[in-house]
C-alpha cells in the first residue's frame, strides 16, 4: 500500500471518528435541551400545583363562610328575625330553668280592672220569671242587687267648639270699638284641636301607621274629612316644636357618665340610610344619615365631644373618637357569636368554654349585686381573666393565623382572608379589656340592649310602612320619637308627652314627676 494510500485511509478513519464525536455532540445538545424543557415543564407544573392549592384553600375557606352564612340566624347572629323567614329557629335561651312554674308567682302584686265607683249607666237585669209576674213591683221593692259586673268602653265623639269674638261698636267709656281676642292657639277659621292633633301624630309615629293608613283610621272613626297633607302637616309642626328639646336631650347626653350607642339601616326615598342612636336610661336620641362611619356618627352630635364611657358594639368606627374614656363593649352579640362558631364548627371547642366563662363572669357579677355588693374580689377577676387568656390562647391554637404571602404574592392577590371565626378570636384577644369592664365597674352593663330597644322603633316602623318616603319625614320621625322615648323614660307616657308638645310645653318632660 503506498502512503498516499495510507494517507487518505487514515484521513477517512479521522473524518468517521470526527463525525461519530460531532452526532454524539448533537446527541448531548438534544438531551440537554430535553432535560432543560423537563425543568421548565416541572417548574411550570410545580407552580401550577402551587396555584391550584391556592385556590382550592380560597374555595376552602369560601364553601366555609358560605356555610357559616347559611347557619346563621337570628339567634346565634346580629340577623333580625324578619331575615328567617318560614325557617325560624327554635327558641334557645342562655338562662338556665329557674325551676318555678310559669306566671306570675306567689307574693306578685298583679293588676287588674277596678270597678268604678259612679258608673254612666246602670242596666238592671231581672230574673226572665218576674216579666210577667202580677207581684213584680212588689218583688222590686224589696229586691237587692246580688252581683254586679262592670263594662268599660270608649265612647267616640267629635266635640266641635265655636269661639266667637264679641265686638261692642260703640264703647260708653272711650267711644271706640271694643273688640275681644281670639286665643293664642286659635288661628284658623277651622282647625283641628290638640287632642285631634295629638292623636294624629301618635298614630303615625308611635303606632308606625303611614299617612295613609292614619287617614283612613280617623276619617273612618270621628267621620271627618281630615287628609293626608294634613295629617304630614300636623306632623311636621310638632317635629320643628321639638327641635329645643331635642337639644337639649343631646347635650345632656354629650355630658352623661355612660351612653350606649347603636346604628341601624333604613331606606329612605329608594336609598339605603343608617340610623344613630345615643341613649341613657334617662335620655333618648336618634339621628338619621347617609353614612353609618364616623361621618355619620358626627352629624348625630354626641360623640365628637364625649368624655364618658361608650357601650357599643364594637363597630370599628366608635374606635376613631379619641375623647371616649373608656369602650365597653355588647357580650350579648358576643354571645350570639360564639354560639354560631359552636353551631357551625364542631371542632372550636374554645367557642363552647368562652361562652361559659362570661355567663359564668355575668352570674358572679349579678349574685354580687343581689348580695349588695358592688365589687368582685381580686382574686375572682384575677381567676377570670387567667382563663380568659387561656382561652384565647385554646382558640389560636384550633384556628392558626394563615401564611403570610411574599411581596410578589401579596402584591397580587393581597392578605389572605382570616375568616369570622379567627376575627373573632383576635377581638377578643385585643378588647380584652373592654369586654371584662363590666366585671371591674359595676355601673357598666353587660350588654348593650338598652341601645337596642331604642332603636328597634325603626324597625318596627320599616316593617309596618314599609319605608319613608323623603329624608324630611324620616328626621321628622326620629325627633319625634327621641322625645317620646326620652318622655317614657321620665314616666310620662307617650300620648302625654306628645300632648305636651302640641300645646307648647315639650320641655316639661325633662322634669320627673311632671
Same mark, same amino acid.
Given at each position: 500500500?503506498?502512503?498516499?494510500?495510507?494517507?487518505?485511509?487514515?484521513? #477517512?478513519?479521522?473524518?468517521?471518528?470526527?463525525?461519530? *464525536?460531532?452526532?454524539?455532540?448533537?446527541? /448531548? &445538545?438534544? %438531551?440537554?435541551? $430535553? @432535560?432543560?424543557?423537563?425543568? #421548565?415543564?416541572?417548574?411550570?407544573?410545580?407552580?401550577? *400545583?402551587?396555584?391550584?392549592?391556592?385556590? /382550592? &384553600?380560597? %374555595?376552602?375557606? $369560601? @364553601?366555609?363562610?358560605?356555610?357559616?352564612?347559611?347557619?346563621?340566624?337570628?339567634?346565634?347572629?346580629?340577623?333580625?328575625?324578619?331575615?328567617?323567614?318560614?325557617?325560624?329557629?327554635?327558641?334557645?335561651?342562655?338562662?338556665?330553668?329557674?325551676?318555678?312554674?310559669?306566671?306570675?308567682?306567689?307574693?306578685?302584686?298583679?293588676?287588674?280592672?277596678?270597678?268604678?265607683?259612679?258608673?254612666?249607666?246602670?242596666?238592671?237585669?231581672?230574673?226572665?220569671?218576674?216579666?210577667?209576674?202580677?207581684?213584680?213591683?212588689?218583688?222590686?221593692?224589696?229586691?237587692?242587687?246580688?252581683?254586679?259586673?262592670?263594662?268599660?268602653?270608649?265612647?267616640?265623639?267629635?266635640?266641635?267648639?265655636?269661639?266667637?269674638?264679641?265686638?261692642?261698636?260703640?264703647?260708653?267709656?272711650?267711644?271706640?270699638?271694643?273688640?275681644?281676642?281670639?286665643?293664642?292657639?286659635?288661628?284658623?277659621?277651622?282647625?283641628?284641636?290638640?287632642?285631634?292633633?295629638?292623636?294624629?301624630?301618635?298614630?303615625?309615629?308611635?303606632?308606625?301607621?303611614?299617612?295613609?293608613?292614619?287617614?283612613?283610621?280617623?276619617?273612618?272613626?270621628?267621620?271627618?274629612?281630615?287628609?293626608?297633607?294634613?295629617?304630614?302637616?300636623?306632623?311636621?309642626?310638632?317635629?320643628?316644636?321639638?327641635?329645643?328639646?331635642?337639644?337639649?336631650?343631646?347635650?345632656?347626653?354629650?355630658?352623661?357618665?355612660?351612653?350606649?350607642?347603636?346604628?341601624?339601616?333604613?331606606?329612605?326615598?329608594?336609598?339605603?340610610?343608617?340610623?344613630?342612636?345615643?341613649?341613657?336610661?334617662?335620655?333618648?336620641?336618634?339621628?338619621?344619615?347617609?353614612?353609618?362611619?364616623?361621618?355619620?356618627?358626627?352629624?348625630?352630635?354626641?360623640?365628637?365631644?364625649?368624655?364618658?364611657?361608650?357601650?357599643?358594639?364594637?363597630?370599628?368606627?366608635?374606635?376613631?373618637?379619641?375623647?371616649?374614656?373608656?369602650?365597653?363593649?355588647?357580650?350579648?352579640?358576643?354571645?350570639?357569636?360564639?354560639?354560631?362558631?359552636?353551631?357551625?364548627?364542631?371542632?372550636?371547642?374554645?367557642?363552647?368554654?368562652?361562652?361559659?366563662?362570661?355567663?359564668?363572669?355575668?352570674?358572679?357579677?349579678?349574685?354580687?349585686?343581689?348580695?349588695?355588693?358592688?365589687?368582685?374580689?381580686?382574686?375572682?377577676?384575677?381567676?377570670?381573666?387567667?382563663?380568659?387568656?387561656?382561652?384565647?390562647?385554646?382558640?389560636?391554637?384550633?384556628?392558626?393565623?394563615?401564611?403570610?404571602?411574599?411581596?410578589?404574592?401579596?402584591?397580587?392577590?393581597?392578605?389572605?382572608?382570616?375568616?369570622?371565626?379567627?376575627?373573632?378570636?383576635?377581638?377578643?384577644?385585643?378588647?380584652?379589656?373592654?369586654?371584662?369592664?363590666?366585671?371591674?365597674?359595676?355601673?357598666?352593663?353587660?350588654?348593650?340592649?338598652?341601645?337596642?330597644?331604642?332603636?328597634?322603633?325603626?324597625?318596627?316602623?320599616?316593617?309596618?310602612?314599609?319605608?319613608?318616603?323623603?329624608?324630611?319625614?324620616?328626621?321628622?320621625?326620629?325627633?319625634?320619637?327621641?322625645?317620646?322615648?326620652?318622655?317614657?323614660?321620665?314616666?310620662?307616657?307617650?300620648?302625654?308627652?306628645?300632648?305636651?308638645?302640641?300645646?307648647?310645653?315639650?320641655?316639661?318632660?325633662?322634669?320627673?314627676?311632671?
Amino acid at each position: 500500500m503506498s502512503v498516499e494510500e495510507i494517507n487518505n485511509a487514515l484521513l #477517512q478513519q479521522i473524518m468517521e471518528q470526527l463525525e461519530a *464525536i460531532a452526532s454524539s455532540q448533537r446527541i /448531548i &445538545d438534544a %438531551l440537554n435541551e $430535553t @432535560i432543560s424543557n423537563l425543568q #421548565q415543564t416541572n417548574a411550570d407544573l410545580s407552580t401550577t *400545583i402551587d396555584e391550584l392549592n391556592k385556590t /382550592i &384553600d380560597g %374555595l376552602t375557606l $369560601t @364553601i366555609k363562610e358560605l356555610k357559616e352564612k347559611l347557619g346563621m340566624n337570628s339567634s346565634n347572629s346580629s340577623k333580625p328575625p324578619s331575615s328567617d323567614g318560614y325557617k325560624k329557629p327554635s327558641p334557645k335561651s342562655l338562662r338556665k330553668p329557674s325551676g318555678k312554674k310559669a306566671g306570675g308567682q306567689d307574693g306578685h302584686s298583679g293588676t287588674t280592672l277596678n270597678y268604678i265607683a259612679e258608673p254612666d249607666e246602670t242596666i238592671l237585669h231581672e230574673p226572665s220569671a218576674c216579666q210577667n209576674c202580677p207581684y213584680h213591683d212588689t218583688c222590686m221593692d224589696h229586691a237587692c242587687v246580688g252581683e254586679t259586673r262592670q263594662v268599660i268602653d270608649a265612647v267616640v265623639t267629635v266635640r266641635v267648639t265655636d269661639h266667637q269674638l264679641v265686638v261692642i261698636e260703640n264703647c260708653p267709656l272711650s267711644g271706640e270699638q271694643q273688640k275681644g281676642e281670639f286665643p293664642d292657639d286659635v288661628k284658623a277659621p277651622v282647625q283641628y284641636g290638640e287632642n285631634l292633633q295629638a292623636l294624629t301624630v301618635a298614630l303615625n309615629t308611635i303606632g308606625a301607621v303611614s299617612v295613609n293608613r292614619t287617614h283612613e283610621i280617623l276619617s273612618g272613626v270621628f267621620g271627618i274629612p281630615i287628609s293626608t297633607g294634613t295629617i304630614s302637616n300636623i306632623v311636621d309642626r310638632c317635629a320643628k316644636g321639638l327641635t329645643g328639646v331635642v337639644e337639649l336631650i343631646r347635650q345632656k347626653l354629650t355630658a352623661s357618665a355612660l351612653d350606649h350607642f347603636d346604628e341601624t339601616g333604613t331606606r329612605v326615598d329608594g336609598k339605603t340610610m343608617w340610623v344613630h342612636s345615643a341613649s341613657n336610661s334617662e335620655y333618648t336620641h336618634l339621628t338619621i344619615n347617609a353614612k353609618r362611619g364616623k361621618a355619620g356618627m358626627d352629624a348625630g352630635g354626641v360623640l365628637p365631644d364625649f368624655e364618658g364611657t361608650a357601650v357599643h358594639d364594637c363597630w370599628a368606627a366608635y374606635w376613631k373618637f379619641k375623647l371616649i374614656l373608656l369602650h365597653a363593649l355588647c357580650c350579648a352579640h358576643l354571645l350570639r357569636e360564639l354560639i354560631c362558631a359552636e353551631e357551625n364548627h364542631a371542632d372550636q371547642k374554645w367557642a363552647t368554654e368562652f361562652k361559659i366563662l362570661l355567663l359564668e363572669m355575668k352570674k358572679a357579677r349579678d349574685d354580687a349585686v343581689a348580695s349588695n355588693i358592688w365589687q368582685l374580689s381580686e382574686e375572682e377577676i384575677q381567676e377570670f381573666e387567667r382563663r380568659y387568656d387561656e382561652i384565647i390562647k385554646k382558640g389560636y391554637a384550633e384556628n392558626p393565623l394563615p401564611k403570610e404571602p411574599d411581596a410578589t404574592e401579596k402584591k397580587k392577590r393581597g392578605r389572605k382572608k382570616k375568616g369570622k371565626t379567627l376575627a373573632l378570636i383576635e377581638r377578643l384577644d385585643k378588647y380584652k379589656a373592654s369586654v371584662c369592664l363590666f366585671i371591674h365597674d359595676f355601673s357598666v352593663p353587660f350588654d348593650n340592649n338598652l341601645a337596642e330597644r331604642d332603636i328597634r322603633v325603626i324597625k318596627v316602623k320599616t316593617k309596618v310602612s314599609g319605608c319613608f318616603r323623603s329624608l324630611p319625614g324620616a328626621q321628622n320621625y326620629l325627633k319625634i320619637m327621641s322625645y317620646v322615648g326620652t318622655a317614657k323614660k321620665h314616666s310620662i307616657n307617650a300620648y302625654d308627652a306628645i300632648r305636651r308638645a302640641i300645646s307648647g310645653d315639650p320641655e316639661s318632660i325633662l322634669s320627673r314627676g311632671t
